[in-house]
T-cell receptor, first 114, second 115 residues
Framework: EAEVAQSPRYKITEKSQAVAFWCDPISGHATLYWYRQILGQGPELLVQFQDESVVDDSQLPKDRFSAERLKGVDSTLKIQPAELGDSAMYLC????????????FGPGTRLLVL | AQSVTQPDIHITVSEGASLELRCNYSYGATPYLFWYVQSPGQGLQLLLKYFSGDTLVQGIKGFEAEFKRSQSSFNLRKPSVHWSDAAEYFCAVGPYGAAGNKLTFGGGTRVLVKP
């Protein structure tokens, strides 16, 4: 069964450093989502792509976060500089163009900022 | 704005007993409704979803959920829990028929299973 891939699974960094997370969606899924999940809470959408275009980045802290999906396949989420409050699980999800209501999630990247 | 409330933060249940997790949503139109499960340190796995039709939906791992429009609820149930059901469960709502579905999640319910 096809899955969403994410790396790294865990990342520890110091505040003010730059970090990057990578996501490879299920093959053929045009829509890609990045979520942030703070410990003890549900995921919150950061950014949504349709192919290589950003559809919704209203909740992305654009002063320090950036996301790209240059070729409309895999995607990178970057934080620069990282702050203590960025410690969270970062989840990537994807959905098929014909069934966009159903999202499939990757295993996530657990970020700890010291 | 859409919102999802899961009133129970933690639930402890004995193995073999029944389980019901509550979910209430607020949405201005007909929603898509989902239940996801998350094991510790893992991503979210889709248990079941409701779009339309029969209000009782069956999912994986023996779970089912019932949509009650009058109560704005979508509660998840399992007749007999197994130790492997210990996890966190999230209810989510999305806009019906909209492209690029933005999901809004509840805060989650952590389920502990006693032997």
């Amino acid at each position: 069964e096809a899955e969403v891939a994410q790396s790294p699974r865990y990342k520890i960094t110091e505040k003010s450093q730059a970090v990057a997370f990578w996501c490879d969606p299920i093959s053929g899924h045009a829509t890609l989502y990045w979520y942030r999940q703070i410990l003890g809470q549900g995921p919150e959408l950061l950014v949504q792509f349709q192919d290589e275009s950003v559809v919704d980045d209203s909740q992305l802290p654009k002063d320090r976060f950036s996301a790209e999906r240059l070729k409309g396949v895999d995607s990178t989420l970057k934080i620069q500089p990282a702050e203590l409050g960025d410690s969270a699980m970062y989840l990537c999800a994807s959905s098929h163009i014909d069934r966009q209501e159903t999202q499939y999630f990757g295993p996530g990247t657990r970020l700890l900022v010291l | 704005a859409q919102s999802v409330t899961q009133p129970d933060i933690h639930i402890t249940v004995s193995e073999g007993a029944s389980l019901e997790l509550r979910c209430n949503y607020s949405y201005g139109a007909t929603p898509y409704l989902f239940w996801y499960v998350q094991s510790p340190g893992q991503g979210l796995q889709l248990l079941l979803k409701y779009f339309s039709g029969d209000t009782l939906v069956q999912g994986i791992k023996g779970f089912e959920a019932e949509f009650k429009r009058s109560q704005s609820s979508f509660n998840l149930r399992k007749p007999s829990v197994h130790w492997s059901d210990a996890a966190e469960y999230f209810c989510a709502v999305g806009p019906y028929g909209a492209a690029g579905n933005k999901l809004t999640f509840g805060g989650g319910t952590r389920v502990l299973v006693k032997p």
